[in-house]
């Protein structure tokens, strides 16, 4: 990689979220989240494995201080427990012992000259929200707003980069529709749509707040962090699959960040296909896709920069109109298949397709105005026996981030920054521990969580300590 390929301040670093490192999900005061409540429950994940303990990052931060600095990061992404701040998900009741210990984390951060970019809900609704309904509830997004700028004003003079939600699409889908990540609930074509409203709703209301109340003084920049794939059609000249991979782009990526960055609304693709797929099952209620009113159109341009989280690409056709059940499946209408020459990482979901990332960034810049980008997550799994010399990850890492450079330089993208996930081997959701994510292994069979440098993580800390040290402007 040449040395002047990024910026002088591009941002490197790497990401983590609360409930997959956290543990001590019941000391000091926190309130359980719909994550306790999911794993608790058995048969919901991976050998009825939990976070229980996690990477006791609650008690061990000072380890994962290290491993930050070890890499050379200039940049941290964690997210905040919303049920170890506010332990009934409201502000009426503060835990003082959780603002403390981000306020640790965010202090060691700055004097190890590291910035901090906080996501403010990564999965972890506090239970006592879900019991009200959780995302689902209109009331959720004024709930969410107070939350927001209790964190905008307790952390916002040291923290400048906020991420309000992250992955919508992921929480909608797998949480509601598919029932494989908490709240465990499977209300098929509808719920996954009402809820991604409500988070779009709650972050825009979290972003106005920022906007009017903070911004002038704390000068900081607010967004949300949007997953998506890289989509191509199958056969290129094919306008069947031309068409069916357009579906894909506007159900994950423009799903919210059509409303965000574009229109103030939803892509009309994916509008005209739920409602087409009603009318052929005979549904006759209002649109499943609710609307936004006059007030909440102005979605638009409420986001500050672009938050990408990529990990893989797929080729598209179309899947033959043949679901008979209302759901988002059926919607959307597409199959979606691997490229033969594309390697597999440890999970089958996790083909390795680095110019994929390049050609999303491409798209981005056309289709959403040339934004701002940060690429707040994107990396490469192990499974099965442990390998610390991770030759594929690196191979991963190293071709990815030189798409990303070509990004920059041939294609005039304005990335960023580039966020590795993840910092250390963590709780990956229903998988549990049997996938590893990390640039360093954790040991959860010792106590002392021994934290590990895989060769990827070495790799990657060369990788920014080049760019670095090339940077003469
Ligand atoms: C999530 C992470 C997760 C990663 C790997 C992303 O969808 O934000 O929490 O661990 O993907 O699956």
């Given at each position: 990689?040449?040395?002047?390929?990024?910026?002088?301040?591009?941002?490197?670093?790497?990401?983590?979220?609360?409930?997959?490192?956290?543990?001590?999900?019941?000391?000091?005061?926190?309130?359980?989240?719909?994550?306790?409540?999911?794993?608790?429950?058995?048969?919901?994940?991976?050998?009825?494995?939990?976070?229980?303990?996690?990477?006791?990052?609650?008690?061990?931060?000072?380890?994962?201080?290290?491993?930050?600095?070890?890499?050379?990061?200039?940049?941290?992404?964690?997210s905040f427990s919303w049920a170890r701040l506010l332990p009934d998900g409201t502000t009426q009741h503060v835990n003082q012992?959780?603002?403390?210990?981000?306020?640790?984390?965010?202090?060691?951060?700055?004097?190890?000259?590291?910035?901090?970019?906080?996501?403010?809900?990564?999965f972890d609704l506090p239970q006592a929200l879900q019991d009200q309904g959780g995302w689902k509830s209109p009331g959720i997004a004024s709930l969410f707003d107070n939350y927001a700028q209790f964190c905008f004003q307790t952390f916002g003079d040291r923290?400048?980069?906020?991420?309000?939600?992250?992955?919508?699409?992921?929480?909608?889908?797998?949480?509601?529709?598919?029932?494989?990540?908490?709240p465990g609930l499977k209300e098929k074509g509808t719920a996954a749509y009402l809820v991604g409203h409500n988070m779009l709703r709650a972050h825009a209301m979290a972003w106005h707040s920022y906007n009017s109340r903070y911004r002038s003084e704390q000068k900081g920049a607010v967004s949300i962090?949007?997953?998506?794939?890289?989509?191509?059609?199958?056969?290129?000249?094919?306008?069947?699959?031309?068409?069916?991979?357009?579906?894909?782009?506007?159900?994950?990526?423009?799903?919210?960040?059509?409303?965000?960055?574009?229109?103030?609304?939803?892509?009309?693709?994916?509008?005209?296909?739920?409602?087409?797929?009603?009318?052929?099952?005979?549904?006759?209620?209002?649109?499943?896709?609710?609307?936004?009113?006059?007030?909440?159109?102005?979605?638009?341009?409420?986001?500050?920069?672009?938050?990408?989280?990529?990990?893989?690409?797929?080729?598209?056709?179309?899947?033959?109109?043949?679901?008979?059940m209302l759901c988002i499946k059926g919607d959307q209408d597409t199959e979606?298949?691997?490229?033969?020459?594309?390697?597999?990482?440890?999970?089958?979901?996790?083909?390795?397709?680095?110019?994929?990332?390049?050609?999303?960034?491409?798209?981005?810049?056309?289709?959403?105005?040339?934004?701002?980008?940060?690429?707040t997550e994107n990396g490469f799994s192990q499974v099965g026996p442990l390998q610390i010399e991770d030759a594929q990850r690196c191979v991963y890492y190293k071709d990815t981030i030189s798409e990303v450079a070509k990004a920059i330089q041939e294609d005039g993208v304005n990335v960023r920054g580039y966020f590795a996930w993840s910092l250390m081997d963590n709780f990956e959701w229903a998988d549990g521990f049997s996938v590893r994510f990390g640039l360093f292994h954790v040991d959860f069979s010792d106590l002392k969580q021994s934290r590990t440098l895989y060769q990827s993580g070495r790799e990657y800390a060369k990788i920014i300590s080049k760019s670095r040290s090339g940077q003469s402007k």
């Open positions: 990689m040449h040395k002047n390929m990024f910026p002088r301040d591009f941002a490197w670093g790497a990401a983590t979220s609360a409930y997959q490192i956290e543990g001590g999900w019941q000391v000091d005061g926190k309130g359980p989240s719909i994550w306790d409540t999911f794993c608790h429950e058995k048969g919901r994940v991976f050998g009825d494995q939990n976070g229980d303990v996690a990477c006791n990052s609650y008690e061990l931060w000072e380890k994962d201080l290290e491993c930050i600095q070890q890499l050379g990061l200039t940049h941290y992404r964690l012992k959780g603002v403390q210990y981000y306020n640790k984390v965010i202090d060691d951060l700055l004097t190890s000259n590291v910035s901090p970019v906080v996501t403010l809900y990564h923290v400048k980069l906020w991420i309000t939600i992250n992955e919508p699409q992921v929480c909608a889908k797998l949480g509601h529709e598919d029932g494989i990540h908490a962090a949007l997953n998506s794939d890289w989509y191509e059609p199958l056969n290129q000249g094919c306008p069947e699959d031309i068409a069916a991979t357009e579906r894909d782009l506007a159900f994950t990526l423009g799903w919210f960040a059509w409303p965000v960055f574009v229109t103030g609304d939803y892509p009309e693709i994916m509008r005209s296909a739920i409602d087409a797929q009603s009318r052929k099952l005979g549904y006759n209620a209002a649109s499943r896709l609710p609307s936004f009113s006059k007030d909440e159109s102005a979605i638009l341009g409420t986001a500050d920069f672009f938050a990408l989280n990529y990990y893989t690409s797929r080729k598209v056709k179309p899947r033959g109109g043949c679901e008979k979606e298949v691997l490229d033969s020459s594309w390697p597999i990482s440890g999970l089958s979901w996790l083909a390795v397709v680095p110019d994929g990332l390049r050609k999303l960034l491409k798209y981005i810049k056309d289709t959403f105005n040339n934004p701002a980008i940060y690429i």
